[in-house]
């Protein structure tokens, strides 16, 4: 069994920066993508960053310049540094990791969520 744990969401105000992490833990033979996705009110979840396993980065058009996302392989951790935060980054985060696991196929595993809220 896999698990993602998120951490570093909260409240600031607009202009202000977070940094969350996951860290994947469990029976891991090695990890693929990672990545941060958010999901607001009544919107689909929708990807915000994502990075390779040898660091290759993908960001939605809304965070680039702002965002930046990396991961220390060692540990089995992605982060997500976020700066000129805005109300409209207001959503529960989730991290996403492509995992292979011992005698079994690989396949995706999410965290549980973390709230950033921003105010304006």
Not at 31 to 40: E, L, S, T
Not at 47 to 53: C, M, N
Not at 55 to 62: E, F, K, L, Q
Request: hydrophobic share 35%; aromatic share 8%; proline share 3%.
């Amino acid at each position: 069994q896999v698990q993602l744990v998120e951490s570093g969401g909260g409240l600031v105000q607009a202009g202000g920066s977070l940094r969350l992490s996951c860290a994947a833990s469990g029976s891991i033979v090695s990890i693929g993508a990672m990545g941060w996705y958010r999901q607001a009110p009544e919107k689909q979840r929708e990807l915000v960053a994502s990075i390779t396993s040898i660091g290759r980065t993908n960001y939605a058009d809304s965070v680039k310049g702002r965002f930046i996302i990396s991961r220390a392989n060692a540990k089995n951790t992605v982060y997500l540094q976020m700066n000129s935060l805005k109300p409209e980054d207001t959503a529960v985060y989730y991290c996403n990791a492509e995992v292979w696991s011992p005698g079994i196929p690989h396949r995706g595993y999410w965290g549980q969520g973390t709230q950033v809220t921003v105010s304006s």
